[in-house]
């Protein structure tokens, strides 16, 4: 369905990041002990040839500022990079994207955010990072003030536990009439009890499931996103190639796979590829099983090319129908 409507603008806050992606190597073939524990094995002092070599750029609120862009939406990134090579292939990435920058900082204490990914055939990959001026967040870089423009939705990836950021921002948001999407991560899953405070300015939650296991009771992914329900009015979950859940305060849907015969490429941004897009379309007013279309839609093609951004989708309106089942929430 075409967006008709005036555009929305979505505020993106979160990392944004370097990335370097390494294959078509034969050493980086997994080895693995069973199905759930693969791992590279690469001698110290070794010297691995690779064939290919990608230069892009993620982090999760840029990704998600990017789905929201090529839909035809206002899409703002605030966020940290430093006066480096790094940080002038983002900002360049997020100008080429249309992409307001009225948000960012610039750290003078830390490079900007930088991955080298190391990718096996199966899309599995290896990543190291360096967090820099993606984890070291100041709190006056983070002043809704500074954002004149008026913003819909603010949609928060992780910000490293810093939660006094969190929480000044949920406010002014809730302040300003936006609604609040947010993406939590490592550094603020390992404190559940403040993560769970937050949660009652938050319009929608995003997480997979062992994301949500760390912070409610329950195994399935349907008992994990009932619990999360109790705490805000929209959660998604997802589960990998097992699909994907969704429950609001009507109704429960869950989904599979968009495309159960892609091939998988590389795994690297699906998660921030399947929540934002889900996102755009709960904003949009097209309520649980559109929104998990668009989701599984965006995440499927981002897995079918290298790098997080290259196969989110521009458009929306020629997709096909997939099994969503949905019945009562309270069913």
Not at 33 to 59: H, M, Q, W
Not at 223 to 228: C, F, G, K, N, P
Request: aromatic share 10%; glycine share 10%.
């Amino acid at each position: 369905m075409p967006n008709l409507k005036k555009p929305r603008t979505f505020l993106c806050v979160g990392a944004a990041i370097q990335d370097v992606f390494l294959s078509n190597s034969s050493e980086f073939a997994p080895v693995c002990d069973n199905p759930d524990d693969c791992f590279f094995e690469i001698p110290l002092g070794a010297k691995v040839n690779v064939n290919y070599i990608r230069f892009s750029t993620g982090g999760g609120a840029t990704n998600a500022a990017t789905t929201f862009a090529r839909a035809g939406e206002n899409a703002i990134f605030m966020g940290q990079v430093a006066n480096d090579p790094a940080g002038a292939a983002i900002i360049k990435a997020l100008d080429d994207e249309g992409i307001s920058t009225a948000g960012l900082a610039i750290s003078d204490d830390y490079h900007t955010a930088y991955s080298v990914l190391l990718l096996a055939p199966s899309g599995e990959r290896t990543i190291l990072t360096y967090r820099g001026a993606s984890t070291h967040f100041k709190l006056d870089n983070f002043d809704l003030a500074r954002i004149e423009q008026d913003f819909d939705w603010l949609y928060v990836t992780t910000l490293n536990g810093h939660f006094e950021i969190l929480d000044k921002l949920f406010q002014e948001a809730k302040e300003r009439g936006a609604k609040i999407a947010f993406n939590p991560g490592r550094g603020e899953l390992d404190d559940s009890p403040k993560l769970r405070s937050l949660l009652s300015d938050v319009d929608i939650l995003i997480a997979n499931r062992e994301e949500l296991k760390q912070c409610f009771t329950g195994e399935t992914l349907e008992e994990l996103v009932h619990r999360a329900r109790n705490y805000c009015p929209v959660v998604v979950g997802t589960d990998g190639s097992a699909g994907a859940a969704a429950i609001d305060k009507t109704s429960f849907a869950v989904a599979g796979l968009y495309n159960p015969e892609s091939h998988v490429v590389d795994r690297t941004g699906a998660g921030d590829s399947f929540g934002s897009a889900f996102v755009l379309g709960y904003a949009r007013g097209l309520g649980l099983k559109k929104a998990l279309l668009y989701g599984a839609a965006n995440s499927d093609a981002v897995v079918r090319a290298i790098g997080t951004k290259t196969g989110i989708l521009s458009s929306y309106t020629d997709l096909h129908d997939m099994k969503i089942n949905i019945r009562p929430a309270n069913y």
